[in-house]
């Protein structure tokens, strides 16, 4: 059994607390992967998404199985997203994780910090044997991301209704700077029912903030039940219109239509919400569409038959 955090005095052998270090083999590994991206043709480029994606979804599992701790479902409903944001749409440089231009990517439903440090350890800004570190006393990876502790991480999310405002400040901050960079919030659907999303994305119309996209992973559950039960969101698309954005909706898991969907040009003075429909636990047919999933943890078994289904 795992010691309470307040028993411990000293980090134990092997959970470092000082900051990661790069992995340089994984940042050529996703340097290779991006050049190939911008060459390829579309066939190809879905099929690199995907194997990016595969990998990331077997890790996610690998990961919460051995910390006893996680949130599968939606780690997993996330991860097509997450894949294509960091496979071939932002502009980060894991060597330089404080690069002044970089795109920033704020993960808003914090819960899902396996899925976000699994695809930033794919890209290169730390190693991913640290993954096994997950959660325990100590370690920088936390059950909820730090942005003071983890390279790559943003924002300090967990909190759910904080991403988007946050983002809206560092989109406008970005702007006044001079500065190209996107600013792109990930947010889940079950967090909309937090106010503070709307009154974030009631400024970000007003000023037109070009620079910011959200995304929404569409999933139709949260915790313990799906969204239309508890407070109805739909018309989504219609709504986030009716705050001076551009909605548009897509399949989340094709990762081609996320793509596009992430890169087109903005309509003029207008925030972008790629509306993402998703599966939780996409990948794993006994965690698929199932709310128990939110943050059940897969026992040996289960984890067995998750990874190989996702092989
Ligand atoms: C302000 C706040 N209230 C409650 C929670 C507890 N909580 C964690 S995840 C979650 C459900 C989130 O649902 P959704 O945004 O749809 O995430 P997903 O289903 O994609 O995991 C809740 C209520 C929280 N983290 N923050």
């Not at 194997?51 to 997993?76: E, F, K, Q």
Request: proline residues 6%.
């Amino acid at each position: 059994m795992r010691p309470s955090p307040t028993t411990i005095t000293a980090a134990p052998p092997g959970h470092d607390v000082t900051d990661l270090l790069p992995d340089h083999d994984a940042i050529a590994e996703w340097r290779g992967l991006r050049e190939r991206l911008a060459r390829a043709d579309r066939d190809a480029a879905a099929a690199a998404l995907a194997a990016l994606a595969g990998g990331i979804r077997r890790t996610v599992i690998s990961t919460i199985a051995g910390a006893g701790l996680g949130h599968a479902g939606g780690d997993l409903s996330v991860t097509d997203i997450l894949a294509t944001l960091y496979g071939a749409v932002l502009r980060v440089d894991p060597a330089d994780p404080g690069w002044p231009d970089r795109d920033r990517l704020v993960l808003s439903k914090g819960h899902c910090s396996v899925a976000l440090y699994t695809t930033l350890s794919t890209c290169g800004f730390f190693p991913a044997e640290r993954l096994s570190t997950f959660a325990a006393p100590m370690s920088p990876l936390n059950g909820h991301p730090s942005r003071r502790s983890v390279p790559g991480v943003e924002t300090s999310t967990g909190p759910l209704g904080h991403g988007l405002p946050v983002g809206v400040g560092i989109a406008v901050g970005l702007r006044l700077r001079g500065s190209a960079a996107r600013t792109v919030v990930v947010l889940g659907d079950g967090e909309l029912q937090e106010g503070s999303n709307w009154e974030a994305a009631m400024t970000a119309g007003h000023r037109g903030l070009t620079s910011l996209t959200a995304v929404i992973d569409r999933n139709g559950l949260q915790q313990g039940a799906r969204t239309s039960a508890t407070n109805e969101l739909e018309p989504l698309a219609d709504k986030w219109r009716a705050f001076g954005w551009e909605a548009v909706e897509v399949d989340g898991h094709d990762h081609l239509a996320l793509l596009d969907a992430l890169t087109a040009p903005h309509d003029a003075g207008r925030p972008r919400c790629v509306i993402a429909r998703t599966v939780k636990g996409r990948g794993v047919s006994f965690m698929e569409d199932r709310v128990e999933w939110h943050h059940k943890v897969p026992d040996a078994e289960q984890a067995r038959s998750a990874l190989e289904e996702l092989r």
